[in-house]
């Protein structure tokens, strides 16, 4: 048996604004850094092979923070933009609740929570906000659904979480809302009208037991 776990970073300082945040580059609160820790106290007794991350310092910290409090910080950790929240375009930085008024309620949900719907998009790529160094110019989003945040997300688990995971290596992803859900969506085989209500608690461990051939035995994963 090997373990997948995964964890949504600690509060950031745009959540507790309620904001969009995508690829904008925040840090966590002081509750957010509570949450890391409360997280890592929950995996005491876990051993990791592989830490992975995204390249934005809010998911950064929360690994640390866990890598720390276990005692793993000699574990090799990987930082990839393929882990990032997906971008949400002219909406970053935004209040949600302001969007609700200006867009309506059913829009901002659709933005939000289905898998293909895009938010408005910037009308070019903005290279002063998250990690685009990174990237190709040609490859710079303006905006991401759900979906196209999957195409990107899933290839970095196929290619560098799941082959560990099948040489019996424990992993932990450390990431965001979004990218947790695609990774669930891909785990458990959801379909692309119930990842809708899917949600992903800041600084919640999920855990998933998978035997030999990535067959999950055992999740916490609470379905609704």
């Given at each position: 048996m090997v373990k997948l776990v995964m964890v949504r970073h600690g509060e950031s300082t745009a959540n507790a604004l309620n904001q969009y945040t995508g690829w904008n580059n925040v840090g966590l609160t002081q509750e957010g850094i509570v949450q890391a820790h409360v997280a890592a106290k929950k995996l005491k007794g876990f051993e990791f092979d592989h830490v992975h991350t995204s390249v934005l310092k809010r998911a950064i910290i929360t690994a640390y923070i866990i890598q720390d409090e276990l005692n793993l910080n000699y574990v090799p950790i990987?930082?990839?933009?393929?882990?990032?929240?997906?971008?949400?375009?002219?909406?970053?930085?935004?209040?949600?609740?302001?969007?609700?008024?200006?867009?309506?309620?059913?829009?901002?949900?659709?933005?939000?929570?289905?898998?293909?719907?895009?938010?408005?998009?910037?009308?070019?790529?903005?290279?002063?906000?998250?990690?685009?160094?990174?990237?190709?110019?040609?490859?710079?989003?303006?905006?991401?659904?759900?979906?196209?945040?999957?195409?990107?997300i899933i290839p970095y688990y196929v290619d560098q979480v799941a082959p560990r995971l099948l040489d019996g290596k424990n992993q932990l992803i450390v990431a965001h809302g979004s990218t947790i859900r695609a990774l669930i969506k891909y785990i458990e085989g959801i379909s692309d009208q119930d990842i809708d209500g899917v949600e992903v608690a800041n600084g919640e461990p999920l855990v998933y037991d998978f035997d030999s051939k990535l067959n999950i035995i055992n999740s916490n994963r609470t379905k609704k």
């Amino acid at each position: 048996m090997v373990k997948l776990v995964m964890v949504r970073h600690g509060e950031s300082t745009a959540n507790a604004l309620n904001q969009y945040t995508g690829w904008n580059n925040v840090g966590l609160t002081q509750e957010g850094i509570v949450q890391a820790h409360v997280a890592a106290k929950k995996l005491k007794g876990f051993e990791f092979d592989h830490v992975h991350t995204s390249v934005l310092k809010r998911a950064i910290i929360t690994a640390y923070i866990i890598q720390d409090e276990l005692n793993l910080n000699y574990v090799p950790i990987t930082k990839s933009w393929r882990l990032n929240e997906r971008h949400y375009g002219a909406l970053r930085g935004l209040n949600k609740d302001r969007t609700r008024r200006e867009y309506g309620v059913s829009q901002v949900h659709l933005w939000r929570r289905s898998f293909y719907s895009i938010p408005p998009q910037l009308q070019t790529p903005d290279p002063n906000v998250g990690p685009y160094k990174y990237l190709d110019r040609r490859s710079m989003p303006v905006a991401e659904s759900l979906y196209q945040a999957y195409q990107r997300i899933i290839p970095y688990y196929v290619d560098q979480v799941a082959p560990r995971l099948l040489d019996g290596k424990n992993q932990l992803i450390v990431a965001h809302g979004s990218t947790i859900r695609a990774l669930i969506k891909y785990i458990e085989g959801i379909s692309d009208q119930d990842i809708d209500g899917v949600e992903v608690a800041n600084g919640e461990p999920l855990v998933y037991d998978f035997d030999s051939k990535l067959n999950i035995i055992n999740s916490n994963r609470t379905k609704k």
